[in-house]
């Protein structure tokens, strides 16, 4: 599930975007996808999450820049004013809704797709946002148990529709032992995460490519640990959805995210 603001259906393979479920089933190479599974996110559970123009998600990592999935910005570091981001509300329907251009971007360096590792990018804001932010994992410490995952995504893998609501779920990890029993050498342990339901029925998909997968840290504080990026269809049974290992990149982020 490749769950960017693109999707090809050739070979299964999603690029999440927007939804919140998890794939869990075979499939031959990854597709993109909403959250699957999910509840409506409260008003104002959530104040970090954005949604961005492209049709993805991301989390405000400071308060004029978001971190989102380096597949989700569609061109190389440099100035950008294309992407609008909407934050402030869960209803993308919303009069309410903050709107914020972007002047310019930082793509992973050495980013080549998703599904080939180093997921994530930074979006610097014409202005800052007054909202909460989401700190990241800056070590492994927080890279297990149950995380949730919210987003805008369809809510299911074939004929779904993007919702104007944020949805959320929680998914348990998946350890690169059981995941690689489905991907094999397709998921790289130093760059990706893997969570979801060995029965499947819960995942993220098309259209929440780039949002984050967060849990409690030990003070009670979300922590964002993984940025959703792909998966071989949406909730399937025994496929688990990949995310970026945020706590790989924390180092490479802050550096970045200084440049800005």
Not at 104 to 125: C, E, H, M, N, Y
Not at 194 to 209: E, F, M, P, Q
Request: aromatic letters at 6%; charged letters at 15%.
């Amino acid at each position: 599930m490749l769950w960017g603001a693109q999707s090809s259906t050739q070979g299964h393979t999603l690029i999440r975007i927007t939804a919140v479920a998890l794939a869990l089933a075979a499939a031959p190479s990854p597709v993109a996808s909403p959250i699957v599974g999910g509840t409506p996110a409260g008003r104002s559970e959530f104040p970090f999450m954005v949604h961005l123009s492209m049709g993805c998600g991301g989390a405000l990592y400071k308060k004029d820049v978001v971190l989102t999935a380096g597949h989700c910005v569609h061109s190389a570091s440099g100035p950008n004013t294309k992407i609008t981001v909407t934050a402030g509300v869960t209803d993308l329907r919303s009069t309410s809704a903050i709107k914020v251009k972007s002047t310019a971007v930082v793509r992973a360096p050495g980013f080549q797709s998703a599904a080939k590792g180093k997921d994530w990018a930074l979006i610097k804001l014409a202005q800052p946002i007054d909202l909460p932010t989401l700190n990241i994992a800056t070590t492994t410490r927080y890279d297990r148990g149950r995380f949730t995952v919210i987003g805008w995504g369809t809510t299911k893998e074939h004929g779904g529709t993007a919702s104007a609501k944020l949805l959320k779920a929680v998914v348990p990890y998946v350890s690169d032992t059981a995941c690689k029993r489905h991907y094999g050498d397709r998921l790289l342990p130093k760059d990706d995460i893997c969570a979801g339901y060995a029965k499947g029925g819960v995942d993220t998909c098309s259209g929440d490519s780039g949002g984050p997968m967060f849990r409690k840290d030990d003070d009670g504080h979300w922590i964002e640990v993984g940025i959703t990026s792909w998966g071989d269809g949406c909730a399937r049974r025994g496929v688990p959805g990949i995310y970026t290992q945020v706590s790989t990149f924390a180092s490479a982020i802050a550096q970045a995210a200084a440049t800005l």
